[in-house]
């Protein structure tokens, strides 16, 4: 299974654990594919230096852990999808462009989108009830 799994799942799997902690723990374990872009992963980078202050050093060591299991997508366009926020369209872009089964997130303007050329939007949630994930 290929998954986008959103910037703000990423973000909530850091610093609060839970479900969204779940998900990032499955997908190291090798359970799927997590699709990251460079464009995804320099909004994370962004995110946490800026919103939350992480040093550089920091978000070096958090970069390399979701590279050691994570395939890079190169989007060579992005997708004329009508979308409210903007920034969503790098995450769909990535979804398309990495052939994701699903995009997992936090996002209520993607999971209101259902799915987009038959790739899914997901809650974290919905994601980990969907599939039985035995540890």
């Known amino acids: 299974m290929r ?6 799942v990423l973000i909530s799997s850091l610093f609060w654990g ?4 779940r998900v990032v723990d499955l997908a190291a374990a090798g359970r799927f594919q997590a699709l990251p872009s460079p464009e995804l992963l320099a909004e994370l980078e962004a995110v946490l230096a800026e919103s939350f202050d992480i040093p550089q050093e ?6 390399r852990d979701i590279l050691s299991y994570a ?4 989007v060579l366009e992005e997708p004329e999808i009508p979308v409210r926020d903007l920034s969503d369209t790098k995450v769909l872009a990535c979804a398309i462009a990495g052939h994701a089964d699903c995009i997992v997130t936090g996002d209520r303007d993607l999971l209101a989108l259902d799915a987009v050329r038959d790739i899914r939007t997901l809650s974290v949630r919905a994601f980990l009830d969907a599939r039985s994930w035995p540890d």
């Open 3 to 8: 998954v986008v799994v959103d910037t703000n």
């Open 18 to 21: 839970g479900a969204p902690r």
């Open 58 to 63: 920091k978000l070096d060591l958090v970069l």
């Open 71 to 74: 395939e890079v997508v190169t």
